[in-house]
């Protein structure tokens, strides 16, 4: 896929700071959302999901130009759905999914829950279930969320987007920037609200909620553990990063996700990387370093033996969100000065703004 030249002109202006929204309308955006968060007459916990699969999205459009920007309702369906996969499967301490609305199981959940036993790339594979469970989320969405999410104290405030005819929303100008600008901040508030809201609707929660955290937001290990072999055959048996042999014992290697799920919770491909143990670890949270980058970018240039090899084994593959989630990642840490990972033993390094070139001829 080739970038539009002033995508990457205005991705190297977001990674200088050089803003097109003043700073005072982005303080006004946050404190806009905080409210939004701290308006407590949700029934469900839609709102949340909803709030957190715009601002996902807003990454991936790619757009840094400030200007209103289209949402297809459908698209926030297959990111609900994303986001409720794990939560529909059933508690270990209730034997059932959890309440998410006043009074029980919520809508998508009682969707979800006999399909969420199986990974949900298997599920995206079965076309007629898949596409029939997608419309119903869509229904839902409109129904509700989409209508209420802008509700603040009473009054509906549309600081975010208008609805458009049944299929779309737009994006309020400068709306897309400011998601992507504070994703990780946004979408970590969303989250805390989301938990605790849980946590009221689950009072049998006998521990407390203890682990409740792990279960409603973290990816499950079966899920990436399905492209363990795709992964270690396209890496001739070697770790993505040092390129030493991976040793065949299960344990000694970990399916990474190469931009770090606590950055941008994605199960997707094109994200993953086999790493052994050694590297593993000592990434943990971090962005890969440039060498890395470029070794990414090759595979992800000549896909076709990758994609095939994904398609194959029925794994998502992520090709067409991948770049501008991975090119937000990058001008992100070059904005805020973040260390990026070289190598186990080896001091992290500063971003460099060149990194952005890197993206143009992707
Ligand atoms: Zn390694």
Redesign the pocket.
Known sequence: MTQPQKDNIALLRHALDIDPVESAEQIRFLERIQGLLADGRFTTTYKYALLHAIADIAVQKNDWSGKPCIIEVSELAERFIELYWNQSRNHPALSSPLHQMKGGKAGVIHLLEHASNQSIHAFKARTEDWQSTHREVEKIIRRYPLQLLQVIGGEKIPFLYNIIGSGQIELCENVAFCLARFHGLITGMARTEWYRMVLRLNPALNDGGRDLHTFLFETERQNLESYRGALLEFQEGR?F??E?PIKSAKNQAAVDHFVPWSRYPWDVGHNFVL??Q??NSSKSDLLPARDHLEHWLARYRNPQEFEELLARSNLQTGKEAVLPVFAWAYAGAINRSEPLWVSAGKKNVSPDIDLVELFRSA
Request: net charge positive; proline share 0%; charged share 40%.
């Open positions: 770790c990063y040092c030493r790493a052994d050694k590297c």
